[in-house]
């Protein structure tokens, strides 16, 4: 062998060796990185609620959980940036697309309501105290219950009941807005979802645990105690579905409350209402003792098929993604539509555009019915507002009011619920042609 060949092949194995040797420390970093999947930076106290601190050990998931500020529309949901000239009662300079002037029969439905005043599409996670704060809803008083569902409560309620969670959720259901606002600090925080000891989920807000507990008996599951006994992958639906259900709020005491005696679907909702006479307010035009549904995002999902498939809310809007050996939590919670390949790809081998082009058929298909419905319904709002001019009989407007009530919380529960129809396609149009049942025999009443 000559001197050249032999120079060569040393080379050659001194390059394997390098080699070898960066994949060996990359293999043993990765290793590392698996064993230790957060950094201790801080000790994270048990009433810590500024995500920020929680963010030192975990800044790959802080990263994440800050770009809920983003505003992205897709076809038929999402926030665009609308720029406003912002006041000393409303400092916001940027806001999200009025759905008032989108949608005029929305404040049709709502007249004499907060909502017919300020509705606006829903933004991110980070916006969801400020948007409270500032809507104009807040033109009609609103109590303490609200910020349930639009902020960290667990600090403010467990320093409300000294100690008592139960107590001080109570106690802040009854104080005035813009007195309970003044002990919270931020939006939907790491505790309200996370243990502090060791990260693992939890459930924090009592109106889910009562409202869980309930709906678990209607299936002879007795005693139910969601932190002792939902798995691991229910859990990961049930901090979401802490604030992402219908409620109302009950009594003087304005107690938040999850209508789920009879279960969860929106007829069964409809049926704990009409038991317990509740009424959000009266309408303006036709004096019908109404309705207004919230954000029955969870109701829904648990009648569609990825619900029936074990899926959790977590898997579509926060999946799993990889840094370096880490499988972390996106919390960017966002629509799906917004992240096919981890939300979507996952489970459903087809391209992004096939998978865009089968949602869009299910969302454009369920708004052309929705659409229907609430056309159906601004025409019975005229028929009753006209039956009443023409003094047709008490007994039969009266009649009429409650198929109006019961029709547009239907129509309502349907719009409210954020995913066009995705999450229960068939389900939601049950829930319309129900309604569309209740004002044909409204009109046919009022003939």
Known sequence: MNKKKLTIIVIIFAIIGIGTGFLATDIAMKKSEERTPYFHVVEIGEFEDDPAVWGKNFPLQYDTYKRTVDMVRTKHGGSES???TPSSADPRDVVSQDKLQEDPRLKQMWLGYAFSKDFREERGHAYMLEDQLFTGRQQVPQPGACLNCHASTYV???KLGNGDIQKGFELMNQMPYHEAVKGVKHPVSCIDCHNPK???LRVTKPAFMEGIKKYKATQNVHNYDVNKMATRQEMRTFVCAQCHVEYFFKGTEKRLTFPWDKGLKADQILEVYRENGHKDWIHAVTRAEVLKAQHPEFEMFSQG????SGVSCVDCH???QRVGAM???DHQARSPLLNINKSCQTCHHSSEVDLLSKVDLIQSRHLEMRDRALNALMQFIDDIKMATDKKISADKIKKAQTLQREAQFLIDFVEAENSAGFHAPQEAARVMMLAMDK??????LLR
């Open 305 to 308: 098929v990825h619900a029936k």
């Open 327 to 329: 499988k972390i939590t």
């Open 156 to 158: 403010t309620q467990v």
């Open 82 to 84: 609308i720029p406003r």
């Open 198 to 200: 060791d990260m693992s």
């Open 439 to 444: 004002i044909r025999e409204g009109q046919i």
């Open 318 to 320: 926060m999946p799993y």
